[in-house]
């Protein structure tokens, strides 16, 4: 081609002639050869032949393509023959030129070339389809028009070209389809894989670690993740992700859906979202220009979202994307088949718990569950029917319910008939047989069952109610004692209804024992077998025990031989409960029977029993009190009105008198009349203020008001002081005082507050001593200070004693001796402040001593 180019230059430049025929010839042989050495590749053909027509035929050419719509020419090979033309060249055809316009348009649609002046444009067919267009100029100082010969030549070698170019595209076209061929051979291979493995996936995670593992080496993706879609369609879960960083797999672990997002598009739209450009997915950790968002759908639901991104700009061909999504296909298939096993083992999970759980709670049942056949015959047998009923499982199961009385069997089976037919029976009342004979009231649910095949069955839940009835009868019978209990406030009459309550239902005899004034135990009311006189059993000691501890003593199956419960017929059982109320004991109350033994509801009824009938007990007495205390208010009333009005009286008499007295003797009144008026005056103030102080310490020290002023004290001089101002009234009444003090007795005491025990003492001595002598003494023994006051008066009845030091309390007539009934109470209240005490030993008609003992040095 060199030398053929130089030889025609050479021959024009020196004017010399050759025959055209073989310039053409020559040339149409380089071309030839060269395009011939030239590659198959399609632009090293389209390089060539521009390299064949510049310089020989024109300054400068270029060569353009058909678009495959054929709606646009594009440049792709040109050549100039000096560098400053090439520059200009490849910006006037770097742009896009219409094929439907223009002259490149009539030579597409003729296939003849067409001449501009120095511009020849020409078609490039192969197989009688346009291709494109070659392009010619010739710049000069004055460009030559292209001759018919040149433009034959040019024709020629752009024919030529075009074929090359048609076997360039061919053979690219062949080597293409057989890359394609081995691609897809690949993704077959890949997808078998696949698919075998996705088969074999049992769990969500299982199938997004085979979709991604196989995925990436097949779609030569950088990284990729699989989502799945949450139940409330607003967040998608990354499953699995490979590729990204650890940072990047955190921040994509939970997707919103919102938006317009490509995962969300993908989602929303149910199609492959395929993004050619940067994808926001990867993050500023990763720039992905492209990615691909395919929505794994089944069953027309979607399910997830499988996304592969690329490290660089990756165009989607149609084989490539039907690919991926028959791989998202069979990953939503194989998604789809792990959830419904998933949810197909949480039910059969579940379905194995509930079964555990029924029949742990069949186990645990505390009623007794049988599943029966319409016959009677026991198909289940639960632990709780073994305890109720005795029969273990092993003697039960496929016989008929041995449970039932024969008598009752009938109406039993009857029953069952009607709870097959659907009747559900509830609670119905049974007396149901032990294995050891005993007898059982049970409550029985019986309904109808439907099992998977088979006849219908009875469920019977079978509760034991002995307790139940039990517990009913004992409420009713407590209703019952509280009304008895309630129709008397009579003590007497309430004692002998208590007895009486128990018995027959509960006890064969009952004793009410009470506790006396003196600490011991007597009883007050029996009920039953025992004989008049006679102690029921347990006995005073175990009475004695209860009342003394506050809590029940109880035995059962004593023999004859027992000292403490002896009875006629055999052994037998007994209950002792305390009577308390208010926090004290009253007594206490027994149940003895010999037909059973007693257990421990027995005993909480004997004592709920007990609990009533002490407040009834105690309603009595604040009832008996209650009027106790109304008639002593009566008498006191009667008594201080009495008492008040007796010194008004004679103080009365004595200031008329004495007023008379004066009227008639003037200024010669005798002085002695005067002074015996005015001491018997004196006395009878005295004893008015001793009543008023007698009043006002008892509303002191009911409202607890007492106050004492303790300072150091001689008792001795006291009690000397006392004496003292009472032995005019003891010389005038003709009583002997006497005295026997010992050393001095010293200590912390209220001086006044002693003064009016001293004088209530010794004024008693005087009033009812009779004349006899009154001996007091002071002595210290064991510690303590003791004053003794001994009178030979009338002395105080025995049953009177206990009660002496109670208010409004005294042990003669009121109409006989006078006064309130306060002092001795007073005394004691004031002794017992000082952390003393006051007793008193009598015998009536003998005389009374009184024992004041006080604490020495206190």
Known sequence: MTMVASRLGEARRFGAQLPEIEERLALLAEASRVLADASLEPPAVMERLCGLVVPLLGSACALRLLSEDGLWLRTVASAASVPEARGRLQALLSQRMRA???????????????????????????????????????????????????????????????????VARAY???????????????????????????????????????????????????????????????????LRCAGCSPNAAERLKRLPLHGDSPVARALRESRPVWLESEDALAGP????????????????????????????????????????????????????????????????????????????????????????????????????????????????LGKVLPAVPPEHFEAFRHSLERATRGTVLDGAPMAARRRDGGAVQVAVWTGRVHPASGPPQCLSVMVDITERQRGE??????????????????????????????????????????????????????????????????????????????????????????????????????????????????????????????????????????????????NASLYRDARQAIRLREEFLSIASHELKTPISALQLQVQSLLAGVTRSGASFDPERLKRGLERVDRQVKRQTLLVNDLLDVSRLSAGKLELVLEPLELGALVREVAERFEPEYVRAGTPLELALGPEVRGQWDRLRLDQVLTNLMSNALKYGRGNPVHVSLAVEDGRARVRVRDGGIGIAKEHLPRLFHRFERAVSERN?????????????????????????????????FRLELPHGA
Not at 159 to 166: G, K, Q, T, V
Not at 325 to 351: S, T
Request: charged share 20%; hydrophobic share 45%.
């Open 473 to 618: 009868a004992a409420q009713r019978f407590l209703a019952e004692a509280g009304g008895v209990l309630a129709g008397s406030l009579e003590e007497e009459e309430t004692l002998e209804r208590v007895a009486h309550l128990a018995v027959p239902a509960y006890a064969e005899s009952c004793g009410v024992f009470l506790e006396d004034e003196a600490g011991g135990v007597r009883c007050v009311a029996t009920a039953g077998g025992s004989v008049d006189g006679e102690v029921p059993p347990p006995g005073l000691a175990v009475v004695a025990r209860v009342i003394q501890s506050g809590r029940p003593e109880s035995r059962s199956g004593l023999s004859e031989a027992d000292p403490s419960c002896a009875r006629a017929g055999g052994t037998c059982a007994y209950l002792c409960v305390p009577l308390r109320v208010r926090g004290h004991t009253l007594g206490a109350l027994t149940f003895v029977t010999s037909k059973r033994a007693y257990d421990v509801q027995d005993l909480a009824l004997a004592q709920e029993l007990a609990r009533r009938a002490a407040l009834a007990l105690d």
């Open 172 to 238: 690219a076209a062949e080597r293409q389809a057989r890359q394609a061929a081995e691609v897809a051979a690949g993704r077959l291979a890949r997808l078998q894989q696949v698919t075998s493995e996705l088969s074999e996936a049992l769990t969500a995670a299982r199938v997004a670690e085979v979709v991604l593992e196989q995925g990436l080496a097949v779609a030569d993706a950088t990284a990729g993740g699989l989502w799945g879609l949450e139940p409330d369609a607003t967040h998608a879960v990354l």
């Open 817 to 849: 001796y006078g006064g309130f009934g306060l002092g001795l109470w007073i005394a004691r209240q004031i002794v017992e402040a000082m952390g003393g005490r006051i007793e008193v030993d009598s015998v009536l008609g003998e005389g009374s001593t």
């Open 100 to 166: 439907d316009e223009g002259v490149a348009a009539e030579v597409l649609d003729t296939g003849m070339a067409q001449g501009v002046e120095a511009v020849l444009v020409l078609p490039l067919r192969a197989r009688g389809r346009p291709l494109g267009t070659l392009t010619v100029w010739r710049d000069a100082p004055e460009p030559l028009p292209f001759d018919s010969g040149e433009q034959l030549l040019l024709q020629e070698l752009a024919d030529r070209a075009a074929l090359a170019l048609d």
């Open 285 to 396: 950790e990763r720039q992905s220009p492209s990615s691909a968002c395919l929505p794994l759908v089944a069953d027309g639901r979607a399910l997830g979202v499988l996304v592969f991104t690329f490290s660089l700009a990756h165009a989607f061909d149609d084989d490539e994307r039907a690919f991926l999504q028959l791989v998202a296909h069979h990953a939503a298939q194989a998604l789809a088949r792990a959830r419904l096993l998933e949810r197909e083992q949480r039910a059969r999970a579940a379905l194995r718990e509930a079964h555990g759980t029924l029949e742990a709670i069949i186990q645990a049942s505390p009623a007794a569950i049988m599943l029966l056949d319409p016959d009677g015959t026991v198909r289940m047998w639960n632990p709780a029917a073994e305890r109720m009923l005795g029969w273990t499982t092993e003697e039960v």
